[in-house]
Antibody, heavy 119, light 107 residues
Framework: QEQLQESGPGLVKPSQTLSLTCTVSGGSITGGSYYWGWTRQPAGKGMEWIGRIYISGTTNYNPSLQSRVTISVDTSKNEFSLNLTSVTAADSAVYYC???????????WGQGTTVIVSS | DIQMTQSPSSVSASVGDRVTITCRASQGISTWLAWYQQKPGKAPKLLIYAASDLQSGVPSRFSGSGSGTDFTLTISSLQPEDFATYFCQQANSAPFTFGPGTKVDIK
């Protein structure tokens, strides 16, 4: 069955760029009418929606992060990525990648990866 | 942005109890609401989509209702594996905001 797996550094220095990749296995990222995106959850807090991308390249971002976030997709590698620039300690969180069904929610989640922003 | 609120923030219940959680949107979202279950250290799991449709594989003791701004998630007979945090998400328009969560713990 289809699975998602996040990868990337667990520690990022302040002011640097956080880069994560989500690899889709057991299926094609181009199969079905899905969006692919990212959410995050700071320790002990609620979930925050970051953004999503469609295979066509169309993106939606959270306005609170829009100036710093880029989500891209690489269909040849069956993966999509998150870049978040100029990070601060407030960006420390568990980051999840997910598969979005329009109007229905996130029906498939990665296991999550913890990112700490610290010098 | 659409703001999502939930009540209660936590509930203590026993196995077999009926549990109801409420989610409210700051503006109408039709039926574009999802409910998730999250256990400590785990990724969320989709339970309900489109306010009342049960995701495949989810037990029928879970049900959802509502439209517009007010929604409910009901667990008809709480099972040991249901002790977790539940949160809603509006799927109507970006940014697709989440509720703060309701923790269901053992009484």
């Amino acid at each position: 069955q289809e699975q998602l797996q996040e990868s990337g550094p667990g520690l990022v220095k302040p002011s640097q760029t956080l880069s994560l990749t989500c690899t889709v296995s057991g299926g094609s990222i181009t199969g079905g009418s899905y969006y692919w995106g990212w959410t995050r959850q700071p320790a002990g807090k609620g979930m925050e929606w970051i953004g999503r991308i469609y295979i066509s390249g169309t993106t939606n971002y959270n306005p609170s992060l829009q100036s710093r976030v880029t989500i891209s997709v690489d269909t040849s590698k069956n993966e999509f990525s998150l870049n978040l620039t100029s990070v601060t300690a407030a960006d420390s969180a568990v980051y999840y990648c997910g598969r979005y069904v329009a109007y229905y929610g996130i029906d498939l989640w990665g296991q999550g990866t913890t990112v700490i922003v610290s010098s | 942005d659409i703001q999502m609120t939930q009540s209660p923030s936590s509930v203590s219940a026993s196995v077999g109890d009926r549990v109801t959680i409420t989610c409210r949107a700051s503006q109408g979202i039709s039926t574009w609401l999802a409910w998730y279950q999250q256990k400590p250290g785990k990724a969320p799991k989709l339970l309900i989509y489109a306010a009342s449709d049960l995701q495949s594989g989810v037990p029928s003791r879970f049900s959802g209702s509502g439209s517009g701004t007010d929604f409910t998630l009901t667990i008809s007979s709480l099972q040991p594996e249901d002790f977790a945090t539940y949160f809603c998400q509006q799927a109507n328009s970006a940014p697709f905001t989440f509720g703060p969560g309701t923790k269901v713990d053992i009484k």
